[in-house]
């Protein structure tokens, strides 16, 4: 096979699709990077609030060939926005990638050509004999508009890419009963993702000398009401308005040893059951589940012990543990609950809410409150799933995208010619967007086949039965994370590409030391 002859686009310039490129071109590959911004790779990154950090420090969130410049990664542990976009900018400069980027061009839709639908549905195996580019009858037509145009072009192509991550694009809103919802409220509603979109000074603009309700717990929720309290100190206090506490921390340690030591190396994996373990591995995690609470008890009371969350009601109702398991962990903003001691940040607990002429009404069992409120930012989280069933122009491909889950989190084993990258996350998710990028283009290079639908279906459902127990089993969230069970994922993937899971030198740092980047 010729790779310079075969046609490999990317959607998406971010973290993931960077990584994806760049593995492409090491195989020989000469592929297409499409990306909706006019301004530069970084995805999500390019697009923030001002305050916005990481959230792992800079030693876990980095390429394995690319280290972070020296006065970053020694004076800034969780890296400012801005800094994180230079160094996936300077990544993208180094391995070629950016001559492969063309900005500004939009994917609008994605359709599989050249194969029936009805001899598609009748493969025993993925695109027909198990290899990414098929019999090489197949191919997807992409529509793209181009910058400064409202005309589109077809691109053809014979492997599809989609980078596309899951924050941002689509937002999810709540709904609301009739005359309950934004339409009654005299102020001015929006979603996070529209006030990052806005830029700096615009957001500034926004919400100085305003009274602010931010509603929801994640991470965009506290760096908007940080932002806000900030901004109008006390004079005009920014009200939180959220069902249940987060655990959001303020550093990556506890008691001097990091939480990568503690959940997440081969030794805390012992602790957690995993898709395919067998029935030793199952019997020991059972075993070890005290040690997992004890552990999970730890952490949660340091960080009681360092961030008055229980003075101001913000204690979570799931485990640390469960947390690390979700992806549900955040860095708390600088200065968090100093401003809520000072008044600048009201924190509300409510179990649901709805709009009023001015403000909103909150409803917590039997009592209800009203605040007031200018302008009222919903961070409620994002519809990946819709990113991915837009693209499609098969109704069916849409309905397979998200009603059965992804061979490997990267490939549908009934969508042809086609990998997801960054759709699952992780807690150092660049080390896995990196791990999934190696998978694909050792796919696409032909150094492995994949096994018949059937094996890849029930290995997909297996591994997603056990991210859906992680996602709601213990606290909640929808958002599909490999969280303590990445090791093993990473070593499957290994397995694949046909190198040595076991990859560190000694039994010791096997055991106890995270797998990072390095």
């Not at 976009?85 to 980027?101: D, I, K, P, S």
């Not at 290899?131 to 192509?157: C, K």
């Not at 491909?397 to 084993?413: D, G, N, T, W």
Request: with cysteine; net charge neutral; hydrophobic share 40%.
């Amino acid at each position: 096979m010729d790779a310079t002859k075969k046609r490999v686009a990317i959607v998406g310039a971010s973290a993931s699709g960077l990584t994806a490129c760049k593995h492409a071109l090491a195989k020989g590959f000469r592929p297409v990077v499409f990306e909706a911004a006019g301004d530069g790779v970084g995805g999500v990154w390019r697009r923030t609030l001002a305050s916005t950090r990481l959230q792992t420090p800079a030693f876990a969130y980095r390429f394995s060939d690319f280290p972070w410049p020296a006065d970053v990664s020694g004076a800034e542990v969780f890296p400012r926005h801005d800094q994180v976009v230079e160094y996936l900018a300077a990544y993208a400069r180094r391995h070629g990638v950016t001559e492969c980027v063309r900005f500004g061009c939009k994917v609008l839709a994605a359709e599989y050509a050249g194969v029936p639908d009805e001899e598609a549905a009748a493969w025993e195996r993925w695109s027909g004999n198990g290899e990414a580019f098929g019999d090489g009858s197949g191919e997807w037509l992409l529509t793209v508009q181009h910058p400064g145009s409202e005309a589109t072009q077809i691109h053809r192509v014979d492997f599809l890419i989609l980078c596309t991550g899951r924050f941002s694009g689509v937002a999810h809103t709540p709904t609301f009963p009739p005359n309950r919802g934004p339409e009654v409220f005299h102020g001015q509603v929006l979603h996070s993702m529209d006030y990052s979109n806005m830029g700096h000074a615009a957001a500034d603009e926004l919400i100085r000398g305003k009274r602010v309700a931010v509603v929801g717990s994640g991470k965009s929720a506290f760096d908007t009401v940080a932002e806000c309290a900030a901004a109008n100190g006390g004079r005009y206090p920014c009200a939180m308005i959220c069902r249940s506490g987060r655990w959001m921390v303020n550093g990556g340690f506890v008691w001097g040893v990091s939480l990568g030591h503690l959940f997440c190396n081969r030794l805390a994996e012992l602790t957690v059951h995993k898709p395919g373990e067998g029935l030793a591995l199952a019997l020991l995690a059972i075993l070890l589940t005290p040690l997992r609470w004890l552990l999970s008890k730890l952490a949660e009371t340091y960080f009681k012990m360092q961030i008055p969350m229980e003075k101001h009601g913000m204690v979570p109702e799931e485990s640390f543990a469960g947390s690390m398991s979700g992806c549900r962990l955040g860095v708390l903003p600088d200065k968090f609950y100093d401003r809520v001691e000072e008044g600048s940040i009201l924190i509300k607990r409510a179990r649901s809410f709805s709009f009023c002429t001015d403000g909103l009404v909150l409803d917590d069992d039997d009592t209800s409150e009203r605040v007031d409120a200018d302008v009222v930012v919903l961070a409620t989280g994002f519809r990946g799933d819709q990113k991915l069933t837009d693209m499609f122009v098969s109704a069916t491909f849409k309905q397979q995208i998200v009603a059965a889950p992804l061979y490997r989190q990267c490939v549908h084993p009934r969508i042809p010619q086609m990998a997801v990258i960054g759709y699952t996350e992780n807690l150092t998710s660049i080390y896995t967007f990196e791990m999934m990028a190696k998978w694909v283009a050792h796919l696409l290079a032909g150094a492995f086949r994949l096994p018949s639908i059937v094996r890849m279906e029930a290995s997909a459902a297996e591994w997603d039965e056990h991210l859906v127990m992680r996602r709601h089993g213990e606290g909640g969230g929808g958002k599909p994370c490999l969280g303590g069970v990445s090791t093993w994922y990473n070593d499957e993937m290994c397995r694949d590409m046909g190198y040595e899971p076991r990859r560190k030198k000694g039994i010791l740092a096997e055991w106890l030391q995270p797998y990072r980047p390095a």
